[in-house]
Every structure is written in structure tokens, then in C-alpha cells.
């Protein structure tokens, strides 16, 4: 992997609020085609560590690189703008506009009429959705219904859709499976693979431990603002993730738990932390 | 006006909620076509002289004044705000212009006096709409407060400006041109247009065939525009994203605050281009004269199958629902119905269609 570019390098990240520290120093490398699963308990600081890359809060220190070249983003747009696309369960589409619609607002195609008239290219942005759409092998059966009469897994596939369209590259995707039901989800992860195939880069947040590993290559593990570790997924096991996610104290709990459930007795205290933001 | 879409659904995609949206679906779009069409055959066969081009043309001139400022009104319903200032907007404007026109009244040929006069009137009317759209876009303040709050400026500088009473003007002119048709047919064959033909010798007022009033053109003429700029620019497509998901179209790059404050000047521009038209057409401007129009021309909006919640309307449906409270109005008079009625029988429709608007609402939610 050394001598490829890899599309995105976050160095050395550190973000604080205050006098608590969110972030702390965290490092990232991204190479084109390859999916990251970002995994952590709640207050872990992996939404912080996204938000700074989607340029939703700007880092008290470190670098982000894209494609090797430096990128400081004061809002999501200008990420955007740069190809970060940030899939959100349902925030960013309009519910009372069509796929194609949604595809393309903002970034409408227009036409000349008459030599003077400017206005909407319909024809043209419907082609080109049902391209994307088909392309990524998304079925919606009728593209001209406002989008609210779809299921909550063809919306997500809609965003994902726009953001390969508008050339993304790279695209970071917050629990996209949760609120889902099981055939969606399936839907949702075998669309991350299609990305994969097609060279785009995901970071896949998720709880879901059988989700990242079932479309991750590597998975990063962060625990109290810092990196735990990261492994290959053909490398590790669910186990092994999870004694990163929860730290050592618990590591050999959960080795005795694996081994012999039902001789374990748990105590434990309370100390996870507030999710930030 | 969107087609109705009754695509059979995907089998394996297939939802309860799909198949049960589209009937209601279409019930919600199509039940003013239907309702305006039973309206028009009750008072066909009820009026005597309801159905006659001169009481069509009467409808469409008289209907002008609220259907330009509901055709803003459908904009901002549409963005997801609502402006209760168009009605002293408009009467601001009007008495602005009548100022105009009767201040330059014989010191300028007829043509350049109407000019000032619609020029001076909207440009007074552009003024409010700005201040709201600044205020609701840039301050974040529901627009309901903050047109409630111009309503009431408005009216002041309404009244201010004319002095409490109307202004009226005394040019010749000014009440043919607002009152005028396009087009003049005499029995003999001759015609004119604009004005009647010189030379009425021998020749019945009754027997002029006065076709297109001045009023309904310039409301086709405005109408078409509203349209195409809803249907088709991506100003009309920004208008529904704004509505739709204030918070989409701003990740998507739309810039909402200006579009926000462009939507509340179009608002204010055509409430005073109304104003204009009234002052033209009556030859007098006065400050309340667009006070009973602002329900009304809201009433129409909603029974056109916008939405109060925003991101759902068009223009074809404001003007159904203009037509609809039009012709109800009309129709009464036909049928020698005490006139107070109308209002009941207006209030009912409007009723009637936020149920539909609700009922799709919550069967959307429950979902």
C-alpha cells in the first residue's frame, strides 16, 4: 500500500471542549477502494474525530490531507465541495421531491428554450438519476414519486446515489444501517461493496459489529478519545475488536465469558462518558 | 399541475403505505377540479345568465386583484412561511399610486402617468418585502410574527400617506385604461382595440362585443409567469426544497436565506401590483382596499392543494381555488341569495380542503 496515494490522511486530529479532551491525536489513512469500519463505545469520540473531517468542527490541532494535498473546511459544504459526502439518515434529502430531484438539487441542470428562457432539464437529470441509480444497481420503481413514499433503505440508497454522482471521493456513512429493517441493511452493505468495487472510499461508522465485519477491510478502533488499535479484518476477530473497544480491564472478563459464560460474575461501575455532540 | 401518478407499486417493493397514499393521493389533487366543475354545473342550471362569456369575464376581472396577490401567497405557503402583509401591501401600494397619478395628472401624457404611478407602487411595495424577508431569513423569526408585525406597518403608512381618506383621481383615462378590453367587436364588423371604435352612430351599447378586460390579461399574463418561474426555474425548485427540508436545501448548497428573502419580495410585489390594478381600475387608491383580500386570497391557496406545512402547491391549484371562491361569490348573486351567505359557503370549502391537506398529512405519518 506505501506507494499508492491514499485518498484521505487525517494526522494527528485533537479536538477539546473545554477542559475535556475529545479527541486526542488520532491518525487515519484512507486508500481508494477500501472500507474503514470506525468503531467505539458511546463517547468513544468517533463522531467528534467525523465531524472534523466532514468540517462540521473545525481541529484544535493536527492535519487533514486530501489526496495529499492539506484541506482545513470551515462547514460541511466545503468539504462537500471537496468530495467528503457525509450520508445522514435522513437529513439531507427533501421528502416532498423526487429521486432525480434530489440528486440533483442545488446543482440543477438547466436548458436554453427560445434561445432566452433558462429552465429545468428534466429530461436530462432523469437520465442521468436512472444511470446512477442503475449503475449502483439501486431499483426504485417509480423515479417521479416524491421520495417520502419510499422506504427508509431506497432514501439512504437515493443520498449514496447523489454522492457517487457528484463524484465523491470519499464517503463516510453514520450508522447507515440502524433504523433499517434486515433486507434494507443487507441492501445498504452490499451497496457499500459496490462502492468499494468502484474505487470510492467509505468510512462506516457503526455499532454493528457483524455489519463492519461483514464489508470492512480495516477497522479502527477508538476508546476515550484516542486510537485503540487497528486491524485488518482478515487479521482479527470480533473478540479481539471488542476487547479494543471496551479496554484491558475487561479483556480477560470477557475471554472467561467466551470460554465458560456461565462461571463469570460482572461488576462493574459506570464510567462511560457523555457522547459529545 | 402534477399528473397523478396510479404506477402499479413493485411487487417485492410493495408497502401498506404506498397503497394506501395513492387513492388519497389522488382524491387530495383532483377533488377541486371536481368540486369547481359540480360549482359550475349547479349554477348553470340554477342561474339564469350564470353562464354567459360577459359573467365569465366579469369573474376573471373581478377575481384579478385576489388571485395576483394569492399567486405570491402560494410562493411563500409553498417555502414553508406564510404573509399576512399582503393586504396592506397592496393598499399602501394603491394609495401610492393614485398619489402618483394624480399629482402628474394632465403635466404628462397618459401613458408615462399609469408608468410612474406602477413604478411609485411598487416600489413602496417592495420595501416591506424585503424587511420581511430579512427579518424571517437572516433573524430567524416565524414569519407569521414578523408579517403580523408589517401588517400592522403597512396599514399605518397606508393610512399616513393618504391622509385617512381615499385618494382619488380626477385625470381622464385613468378609469378607461383600468377598466378597458382588449378587444372591440361592433355588430357591422368593425372593431378596435384598447378603445372603442370612434364612430358609435346608430350602433346600441348593448350590441359591442367587449372581449379580454384589462384586468384578466394582465392576471393571464402574471399567472403564466408565476408558473413557468414554480414549474420551471430552479428558483420554483428551490422554492419546494425549502419547504420540503429547510435543512436539506441548505446542505445541498442552496443559498436559503437569499432565496427566503427573494420569495417575500415576489410576495410584496405582486400584493402591490394588485394595489395598482385596484387604483387603476377604480380610479381611486386607498389604504384597507386589500384588507378582505388577504384571507381570501390565502383561502385560495389552501384549496388549492397547497400545504400550510409547506413543500406541496401549484399555481394551476391557487387558481382553482380563486375560481372556486369566485364563483361561488358570483353564483349567489345569480341565485338572489342573501350575500352573506357566500362567506359561510367560502368559509365551509376552506374547511373542507385543510381537512384533505390534513387527513394525507397524518396518514403520511402514521407510516
Given at each position: 500500500m506505501a506507494d499508492v496515494q491514499p485518498s484521505l490522511q487525517a494526522k494527528g486530529l485533537y479536538k477539546r471542549f473545554g477542559g475535556l479532551v475529545a479527541v486526542d491525536h488520532v491518525s487515519l489513512d484512507v486508500y481508494p477502494g477500501?472500507?474503514?469500519?470506525?468503531?467505539?463505545?458511546n463517547g468513544a469520540g468517533k463522531s467528534t474525530f467525523i465531524k472534523m473531517i466532514s468540517g462540521a468542527y473545525k481541529p484544535d490541532g493536527g492535519q487533514i490531507l486530501l489526496n495529499g494535498e492539506a484541506v482545513s473546511f470551515s462547514t460541511p459544504l466545503e468539504a462537500r465541495r471537496r468530495g467528503i459526502e457525509t450520508i445522514y439518515q435522513d437529513l439531507a434529502l427533501c421528502d416532498n421531491l423526487d429521486a432525480s430531484a434530489n440528486i440533483f438539487l442545488g446543482r440543477e441542470k438547466m436548458r436554453h428554450q427560445l434561445g432566452i428562457f433558462r429552465m429545468l432539464d428534466r429530461p436530462y437529470m432523469l437520465h442521468e438519476s436512472r444511470q446512477v441509480l442503475d449503475q449502483l444497481d439501486i431499483r426504485i420503481p417509480e423515479l417521479r414519486n416524491p421520495i417520502r413514499q419510499l422506504s427508509g433503505g431506497?432514501?439512504?440508497?437515493?443520498s449514496i446515489a447523489r454522492a457517487v454522482y457528484w463524484n465523491a471521493h470519499l464517503m463516510i456513512m453514520d450508522e447507515p444501517t440502524a433504523s433499517l429493517g434486515v433486507p434494507e441493511q443487507l441492501k445498504v452493505l452490499e451497496l457499500i461493496r459496490?462502492?468499494?468495487?468502484?474505487?470510492?472510499?467509505?468510512?462506516?461508522?457503526?455499532?454493528?459489529?457483524?455489519?463492519?465485519?461483514?464489508?470492512?477491510?480495516r477497522v479502527i478502533v477508538m476508546r476515550r478519545g484516542s486510537k485503540a488499535g487497528e486491524r485488518k479484518i482478515s487479521e482479527t476477530t470480533e473478540n479481539e475488536v471488542v476487547s479494543l473497544m471496551v479496554g484491558a480491564e475487561y479483556t480477560q472478563v470477557i475471554k472467561q465469558l467466551h470460554d465458560a459464560p456461565e462461571e463469570v460474575h460482572i461488576t462493574t461501575h459506570d464510567e462511560s462518558e457523555k457522547e459529545i455532540g | 399541475m402534477k399528473v397523478p401518478d396510479v404506477a402499479i407499486p413493485d411487487a417485492n417493493q410493495s408497502q401498506p403505505r404506498k397503497t394506501a397514499l395513492r387513492p388519497l393521493d389522488i382524491v387530495s389533487r383532483g377533488w377541486s377540479w371536481l368540486f369547481l366543475l359540480l360549482l359550475i354545473i349547479f349554477f348553470s342550471i340554477t342561474g339564469q345568465g350564470f353562464l354567459n362569456i360577459y359573467n365569465f369575464q366579469t369573474i376573471g376581472a373581478d377575481m384579478a386583484l385576489v388571485l395576483i396577490m394569492a399567486l405570491g401567497q402560494t410562493f411563500v405557503i409553498i417555502s414553508g412561511g406564510i404573509d399576512l402583509s399582503t393586504g396592506f401591501v397592496m393598499g399602501m401600494a394603491s394609495v401610492t399610486a393614485a398619489l402618483v397619478m394624480s399629482r402628474m395628472g394632465g403635466s404628462a401624457p397618459l401613458l408615462v402617468v399609469v408608468l410612474l404611478g406602477l413604478a411609485a407602487g411598487l416600489i413602496v411595495g417592495l420595501i416591506p418585502g424585503l424587511v420581511n424577508g430579512l427579518i424571517i431569513a437572516r433573524l430567524r423569526v416565524p414569519s407569521f410574527i414578523v408579517t403580523l408585525g408589517m401588517y400592522?406597518?403597512?396599514r399605518g403608512t397606508g393610512f399616513i400617506l393618504s391622509g385617512g381618506q381615499p385618494v382619488s383621481i380626477q385625470t381622464n383615462g385613468i378609469g378607461q385604461i383600468g377598466n378597458g378590453y382588449l378587444l372591440y367587436l361592433l355588430p357591422d364588423g368593425r372593431f378596435s382595440f384598447f378603445h372603442l371604435p370612434s364612430n358609435l352612430q346608430g350602433v346600441r351599447p348593448s350590441q359591442i362585443v367587449q372581449l379580454l378586460p384589462f384586468p384578466l390579461i394582465v392576471l393571464v399574463i402574471v399567472t403564466l409567469i408565476c408558473a413557468w418561474l414554480l414549474s420551471q426555474t430552479r428558483f420554483g425548485r428551490h422554492t419546494y426544497a425549502v419547504g420540503g427540508s429547510e435543512e436539506a436545501a441548505r446542505r445541498a448548497g442552496i443559498p436559503v436565506i437569499r432565496h427566503t428573502i427573494l420569495i417575500y419580495v415576489l410576495s410584496a410585489l405582486l400584493a402591490s401590483l394588485a394595489g395598482v390594478l385596484y387604483t387603476l381600475r377604480f380610479s381611486n387608491g386607498a389604504a384597507d382596499v386589500g384588507d378582505p383580500l388577504l384571507l381570501t386570497s390565502i383561502a385560495a391557496v389552501i384549496i388549492g392543494g397547497a400545504s400550510l406545512f409547506g413543500g406541496e402547491g401549484t399555481i394551476l391549484g391557487t387558481v382553482i381555488?380563486?375560481?372556486?371562491?369566485?364563483?361561488?361569490?358570483?353564483?349567489?348573486i345569480f341565485l338572489g341569495i342573501n350575500p352573506f351567505w357566500q362567506f359561510i359557503a367560502v368559509g365551509v370549502v376552506i374547511i373542507l380542503a385543510v381537512l384533505v391537506d390534513q387527513a394525507k398529512k397524518q396518514l403520511i405519518e402514521s407510516s
Open positions: 477500501e472500507v474503514i469500519g470506525l468503531l467505539g463505545d431506497q432514501r439512504q440508497a437515493v459496490t462502492l468499494r468495487n468502484q474505487g470510492v472510499p467509505v468510512i462506516l461508522i457503526s455499532h454493528n459489529m457483524q455489519d463492519v465485519f461483514a464489508v470492512a477491510d | 400592522g406597518i403597512a381555488g380563486a375560481l372556486i371562491i369566485a364563483i361561488i361569490q358570483n353564483g349567489l
